[in-house]
T-cell receptor, first 114, second 111 residues
């Protein structure tokens, strides 16, 4: 069964360091999402891609976060520099269409910033 | 900002009992979805109900939607220990392109 892949699963870093997360969506899914989930909360959208184009990055802290999906397949989310408040689960999801339908989530990357 | 709010925040029941979770939202929607998240894992889609539907079933799951009250409920019948997880409702955003999740209900089913 096709799955969304994410790596690494866990990342511990010190504040002011740079971190990067990778996501490989389900083959054929044109829409890719990055969410941040703080412990005890629901996921919140950071950025949405349609193929290689950014559809929505209104909630992405652009002074330190960046995301790309160069060939419209896999994607990288980067934080530089990391801050203590960035400790969270970072979830990647994909869907066939960008119409608010079912999304398929990866296992997530648990980031701890010390 | 989060559109949906689940109630209760936490629910503890015995195996075999039914579990009911509620979700309220603020603005009009095209559809509402429920997801499950096991501890420390990604989310799994459970069911989608469209705005013109009032009730939908999937196995032991029953979802209702009341657009006049802007609310939905998820019923899990004959719960099992494996149902222990967090459950989130999600609605489409204003553009209809992404999801807005609630804070979730944490369900604990003990044997």
């Amino acid at each position: 069964e096709a799955e969304v892949a994410q790596s690494p699963r866990y990342k511990i870093t010190e504040k002011s360091q740079a971190v990067a997360f990778w996501c490989d969506p389900i083959s054929g899914h044109a829409t890719l999402y990055w969410y941040r989930q703080i412990l005890g909360q629901g996921p919140e959208l950071l950025v949405q891609f349609q193929d290689e184009s950014v559809v929505d990055d209104s909630q992405l802290p652009k002074d330190r976060f960046s995301a790309e999906r160069l060939k419209g397949v896999d994607s990288t989310l980067k934080i530089q520099p990391a801050e203590l408040g960035d400790s969270a689960m970072y979830l990647c999801a994909s869907s066939l269409r960008s119409s608010g339908g079912e999304q398929f989530f990866g296992p997530g990357t648990r980031l701890t910033v010390l | 900002s989060q559109q949906g709010e689940e109630d209760p925040q936490a629910l503890s029941i015995q195996e075999g009992e039914n579990a009911t979770m509620n979700c309220s939202y603020k603005t009009s929607i095209n559809n509402l979805q429920w997801y499950r998240q096991n501890s420390g894992r990604g989310l799994v889609h459970l069911i989608l109900i469209r705005s013109n539907e009032r009730e939908k079933h999937s196995g032991r799951l029953r979802v209702t939607l009341d657009t006049s009250k802007k609310s939905s409920s998820l019923l899990i019948t004959a719960s099992r220990a494996a149902d222990t997880a967090s459950y989130f409702c999600a609605t489409d955003n204003q553009a209809g392109t992404a999801l807005i999740f609630g804070k979730g209900t944490t369900l604990s089913v003990s044997s």
